[in-house]
């Protein structure tokens, strides 16, 4: 059994069309990073936005020649070089240039500051409360009050700072069955934590967040956390 090993591994590959391989994947690739960057994605567990637009470009080139009989292996193998030389060259600019890294992996983002969410970067916030309340109840965290700083990392992975147990304050709770207690009618004076900001009021009755103007209320917990 013959194989036509050139059609296998060049095709119709000419230098136009090796030029034309280097421009698409370069184009290619800067729009999959821009993509990613634009879409407020922080990353995947242990992997960079940089390293992630690395994953999905090589999975293409490679995918493509595993079932397409018109794609030729060769140019993918291209593709692999080029993306190799664009992140070897990148990630040395990147080690010598705080600007250039900042622009590739973003920055660490403040979600909680002082047992609040942040406001000032609301825009930037695309994570959904419900996951960002689970990964607090993995690490024993009963209610925003005793936490004193958490940030978003580039990586993915949420950071969270303490209060020491006599600093810690009322706050709003994260557990299921207290948050979904959570009403825009206030019925009983206390303490209450607003949904939206996690701001603490002493209420008598219904009214508007003075941190953020949101009405939905929730009764605030002032528990330490168990470690």
């Given at each position: ?74 140019p ?7 993306i ?10 990147a ?92 019925t ?33 917990i002032h ?5």
């Amino acid at each position: 059994m013959n194989f036509d090993w050139h059609t296998i591994l060049m095709n119709d590959l000419d230098w136009a069309y090796f030029i034309e391989i280097v421009l698409r994947t370069l184009i290619m690739f800067v729009f999959v990073l821009i993509f990613l960057r634009l879409s407020g994605k922080k990353g995947v567990r242990q992997l960079s936005l940089f390293e992630v637009a690395i994953i999905i470009a090589l999975g293409s080139a490679a995918g493509d020649p595993m079932f397409n009989k018109d794609t030729a292996i060769l140019p993918s193998l291209l593709v692999f070089v080029v993306i190799l030389i664009v992140y070897r060259g990148i990630t040395y600019f990147a080690a010598r240039s705080e600007k250039i890294e900042s622009l590739l992996e973003g920055e660490p983002m403040y979600i909680i500051e002082d047992g609040e969410f942040t406001l000032n970067e609301e825009s930037d916030n695309t994570f959904a409360k419900d996951e960002f309340f689970a990964e607090m109840r993995a690490q024993s965290i009963e209610h925003l009050g005793q936490v004193k700083t958490a940030l978003l990392e580039t990586n993915g992975q949420v950071s969270f700072f303490y209060y020491e147990d006599d600093e810690v304050k009322p706050g709003l709770p994260v557990l299921p069955k207290p948050y979904g207690k959570k009403s825009d009618q206030v019925t009983q004076k206390g303490d209450y934590a607003c949904t939206y900001c996690g701001k603490i009021q002493a209420l008598s009755a219904a009214a508007k967040c003075s941190r953020c103007q949101h009405t939905e209320w929730v009764k605030a917990i002032h528990t330490r956390r168990i470690t």
